[in-house]
Antibody, heavy 116, light 106 residues
Framework: EVQLVESGGGLVQPGGSLRLSCAAS????????MSWVRQAPGKGLEWVAN????????YYVDSVKGRFTISRDNAKNSLYLQMNSLRAEDTALYYC?????????WGQGTLVAVSS | IQLTQSPSSLSASVGDRVTITCRAS??????LAWYQQKPGKAPKLLIY???TLQSGVPSRFSGSGSGTDFTLTISSLQPEDFATYYC?????????FGQGTRLEIK
């Protein structure tokens, strides 16, 4: 069974940093692109970033470019999202997804709240 | 690429046939997916490549379209289908979602 378990969310002040993690199991991690998708409270879905199987390609939504970095550790079957210079508008539930091009498996999300 | 879903909300009854549309601001061939999200839950992939049913998804769900105009159809609504539905394009970065369609019980 595919499992994706996010962690690392919390309350942070504007300008602060957080590192989200996603532990993957139940599939061959190196066979899949991985993604982060977020959802602000009461709002729709927003794709944040993608990373290729070996980490050689990464893509970001414009609003996080230069502030967020997606990475993966294939030896640990783990996906990460380093978030710097956080803003109030980054407040959201952050989902880790497996991407067979399409997001066919999702974690339950980790909540990030940016507030002073 | 902007995706515009219509309607934004919809009231329907069990047994109804429902269609949700998704229009892209430019052509995306068939790189479109549909997701279902229930309150407090993660989204679930229903349809990919515009018309391919994800494994395990009931056959009352179907998708069609290519280019800029797409539809998600539920042939006979069941109580468990009341949820919010999102389309997503993966033709061009940045990947984008539609704003969602909330399907409510009439």
């Amino acid at each position: 069974e595919v499992q994706l378990v996010e962690s690392g969310g919390g309350l942070v002040q504007p300008g602060g940093s957080l590192r989200l993690s996603c532990a993957a199991s139940g599939f061959i991690f190196t066979d899949y692109w991985m993604s982060w998708v977020r959802q602000a409270p009461g709002k729709g879905l927003e794709w944040v970033a993608n990373i290729k199987l070996d980490g050689s390609e990464r893509y970001y939504v414009d609003s996080v470019k230069g502030r967020f970095t997606i990475s993966r550790d294939n030896a640990k079957n783990s996906l990460y999202l380093q978030m710097n210079s956080l803003r109030a508008e980054d407040t959201a539930l952050y989902y880790c997804t497996r991407a067979t091009l399409y997001a066919d498996s999702w974690g339950q999300g980790t909540l990030v709240a940016v507030s002073s | 690429i902007q995706l515009t879903q219509s309607p934004s909300s919809l009231s329907a009854s069990v047994g109804d046939r429902v269609t949700i549309t998704c229009r892209a601001s430019q052509g995306i061939t068939s790189y479109l997916a549909w997701y279902q999200q229930k309150p407090g839950k993660a989204p679930k992939l229903l349809i990919y490549a515009a018309s391919t049913l994800q494994s395990g998804v009931p056959s009352r769900f179907s998708g069609s379209g290519s280019g800029t105009d797409f539809t998600l159809t539920i042939s006979s609504l069941q109580p468990e289908d009341f949820a919010t539905y999102y389309c997503q394009q993966l033709n061009t970065y940045p990947i984008t979602f539609g704003q969602g369609t909330r399907l409510e019980i009439k």
